[in-house]
C-alpha cells in the first residue's frame, strides 16, 4: 500500500496563495503519477492536477495559469502552489497516487476555504 500524507491547507482570503504539499510512504516505487484532486458537497471529485515520474503535467483548464504542481522525489512529496485563489477555488482537496499493481491511492483530504 501507498500511505498519503496532505498538509497545507487553510483559510485565504480571495487572491491569496496557499501551497499544499502531500508526503507519500510505503511502496513507493509502484508510484506513476502524483496529483490532486478536489471535491465539494454534492458534487463528484475532479482532477486538478497530475504529474508524472518522467515530469508531465496535466491541469484543469479552471486552474491553469494559477496553480502549478511539482514533485520532490528524493522526499517523495508532491506540491500544489495554488495562487490567485478564487471563491470557486474552495473545497477539500485530496492527493492522488496511480500505484501500479496497486490501484489508485487517497490521502485524508486537506480543507482549502476561500474568504472575501
Known amino acids: 500500500q501507498v500511505q498519503l500524507v496532505e498538509s497545507g491547507g487553510g483559510l485565504v482570503q480571495a487572491g491569496g496563495s496557499l501551497r499544499l504539499s502531500c508526503v507519500a510512504s510505503g511502496i513507493i516505487n509502484s508510484i506513476s503519477a502524483m496529483g490532486w484532486y478536489r471535491q465539494v458537497p454534492g458534487k463528484q471529485r475532479e482532477l486538478v492536477a497530475l504529474i508524472t515520474n518522467g515530469g508531465s503535467t496535466t491541469y484543469a483548464d479552471s486552474v491553469k495559469g494559477r496553480f502549478t504542481i511539482s514533485r520532490d522525489n528524493a522526499k517523495n512529496t508532491v506540491y500544489l502552489q495554488m495562487d490567485s485563489l478564487k471563491f470557486e477555488d474552495a473545497a477539500v482537496y485530496y492527493c492522488?497516487?496511480?500505484?501500479?499493481?496497486?490501484?489508485?491511492?487517497w490521502g485524508q483530504g486537506t480543507q482549502v476555504t476561500v474568504s472575501s
Open positions: 492522488y497516487a496511480a500505484a501500479l499493481g496497486i490501484g489508485p491511492q
